[in-house]
């Protein structure tokens, strides 16, 4: 019997399309969606927060919990979910570990890829999201935030979607070219060619432009500030992947990059880290935002 072609790299296209398929990877996802659905409703209980349009779409929209602060930094989450719809928008379950430091939490809504219901492509979510950084500095100072440190953290197509905000020429959306001054990309995917090549090709569709533009690993010479990269030991090979080069890519071109293997978690389990103040993903956080031009270009394995 031949042996089955491969697609990209060593894989063939069922194993391709099986690294692309986080279910896989974590059989605990359900239990996880679960309780994060708990613990918005629990946040939104305790804390006082309100919702802010930031552009005309009818998914612009930031849930802001602030922080008691003045002139406090800014900290904007974009939700994962594969770039499709997501339920609930229970997208603040970690903000409580946020606003106790001192630190106003944004997490932003957008517009998803859900053919044929409506027409959203990634560029389209992308120019969304720019809306909602240049909403924050525009209105931060409104609920207490510094327009002057606003920071984006992005888990899986979050992540990636954060990643391309941090290769984003600011200048030309009529912002400072340093106007985020800090990213944390938490198993995310850099290079869109080997996703363009999975299963994900069927409701993810961009012209060769497109594909490299949003292909932040591609840009690393654009990133104007430090940035972390985390992803989990039991994550599947290829996001694995994904973090080790994009980190690589970051430590080449002379960025400030923290590349953390988080240890013993899967793809939902390394972003629920951030519910631990102590984590060493919520560490390396706080001190991105804490002390941006002191970080070292640092590789780290994290227990």
């Known amino acids: 019997m031949p042996e089955e072609p491969t697609v990209f790299l060593h894989y063939t296209q ?60 800014v900290l904007m989450f974009v939700h994962g979910g594969a770039w499709r719809p997501q339920p609930d928008n229970a997208f603040v379950w970690f903000a409580d570990t946020i606003v106790e430091r001192g630190i106003h939490f944004a997490a932003a809504r957008f517009s998803t890829i859900d053919p044929p219901r409506r027409s959203t492509r990634l560029p389209d979510m992308v120019a969304e999201l720019r809306r909602a950084v240049a909403w924050l500095f525009r209105n931060a100072a409104s609920f207490g935030g510094d327009p002057g440190r606003i920071h984006v953290i992005g888990h899986s197509s979050g992540a990636h979607l954060t990643s391309v905000l941090l290769t984003t020429d600011w200048t030309a959306h009529g912002l400072a070219g340093n106007v985020l001054k800090s990213g944390t990309c938490v198993s995310g995917m850099y290079d869109l060619r080997p996703v363009l090549l999975s299963a994900r090709s069927s409701y993810v569709h961009v012209t060769p432009n497109e594909e490299d533009e949003l292909s932040a690993i591609r840009h690393v010479d654009r990133v104007r500030c430090p940035v972390a990269v985390a992803y989990g030991s039991r994550e599947s090979p290829e996001f694995q992947r994904h973090g080790r080069s994009f980190s690589a890519e970051l430590r080449k071109h002379g960025a400030a990059v923290r590349e953390l293997l988080l240890e013993d978690k899967n793809h939902f389990e390394g972003i629920r880290t951030m519910m631990d103040a102590a984590s060493p993903l919520a560490r390396a956080l706080f001190t991105q935002i804490g002390s941006m031009p002191a970080m070292a270009s640092t590789a780290a394995t994290s227990q």
């Open 14 to 73: 069922k194993a391709l399309d099986d690294a692309y398929d986080q279910q896989r990877w974590a059989p605990n996802l359900q239990e996880l969606v679960t309780e994060r659905k708990g613990l918005c409703a629990e946040i939104r209980r305790r804390h006082k927060h309100f919702e802010a349009k930031y552009g005309e779409g009818a998914e612009e929209i930031l849930e802001i919990v602030p922080a008691a602060g003045v002139g406090a930094p």
